[in-house]
């Protein structure tokens, strides 16, 4: 139906919050920790869809694998559905 957010991999939380702050005019309303992922997430708001900035908190994480093979970058689209 939708792009419900768009996540993105990022190597620092802080800088990349700051970068985000300032394009989109407003902090970013949630962050939290998911530990079993080893990653801490900032989100915004855009519209009807969101933007997820993930940052790797564990060496072995899926985002601190993508960004060593991939560099900084978008990781995934996440599709709002029936």
Known sequence: MKIEHLGIAVKSLGLSDDVFSKLLGKNSYKQESVEREGVVTSFY??????I???????????????IEKKGEGI??????VD
Not at 75 to 80: C, D, K, P, Q
């Open 52 to 66: 997820e900035l993930l940052e790797a908190s564990k060496e072995e994480s899926p985002i601190s694998k993508f």
């Open 45 to 50: 708001q855009v519209g009807d869809s969101k």
């Open 75 to 80: 990781h995934h689209i996440a599709f709002g």
